[in-house]
């Protein structure tokens, strides 16, 4: 049996997402900010995980995206620029670390997008797509429709700035809060679900408890 995420309209009545602000948001750069950061991640089992991507607007032109990795837990946002080679290097580490399981949604084209650019394999990775699929909803619910049906809350995103240039040296603070709370949305939903071990085994997911 089908089942439908609430509507437009009905989403549009609940409450805003509550979001990581810019406090909660670090964009590590430095040797030092760096191994905090990952020694902040890899101290979870779980944290969300997505990715930005400089749009591509001519016919025939290759992506060279991602140029942005953001992971959160649920205190705080990691946005790693993939511009700065000991971001690109920790990000890459983070990403092929299998103990690290990263959950996101519409991760299908992440992998390959992950081992063109970066030259790893993504491993350790939780689509919650797959979760909703099998209780019957849409292959491609996205953070947008799960925040409304598991928070009911409302995630207002935007297009300017999901089509903002990613790869720019310095971003805004726009674009910050919309790639953090898009990491951020994954692991809530996820902490949201309380799914049991056994179910997690189900859906081909095993970590070691930290």
């Known amino acids: 049996m089908r089942h439908y995420p609430p509507s437009k309209e009905q989403s549009a009545l609940f409450p805003p997402f509550a979001g990581l602000d810019l406090s909660a948001i670090v964009v590590p750069q430095t040797a030092a900010e760096l191994v905090a950061a990952c020694d902040d991640l890899l101290a979870q089992s779980f944290v969300g995980f997505d990715t930005e991507s400089k749009p591509v607007f001519r016919v025939g032109e290759v992506p060279s995206g991602p140029h942005v990795v953001q992971l959160a837990t649920l205190q705080r946002g990691y946005i790693f620029q993939l511009s700065n080679a000991a971001a690109r290097a920790a990000a890459g580490e983070l990403l092929a670390n299998a103990a690290l399981i990263k959950v996101g949604f519409g991760l299908q084209s992440d992998r390959a997008d992950i ?51 990613w790869a720019s040296a310095r971003l805004q603070d726009n674009q910050l809060l919309y790639a953090a709370n898009d990491a951020y949305a994954a692991i809530q939903v996820f902490t949201a679900l309380k799914l049991s071990p056994a179910e997690l085994r189900q859906y081909g997911v095993t970590t070691a408890q930290k």
């Open 115 to 165: 081992r063109r650019n970066l030259g790893v394999e993504l491993a350790g990775v939780f689509d919650l797509d797959v979760v909703f699929r099998l209780h019957g909803y849409s292959a491609t619910l996205g953070a947008k429709s799960a925040i409304a049906l598991i928070l009911r809350q409302r995630f207002s995103k935007s297009k300017r700035v999901s089509t903002s240039n």
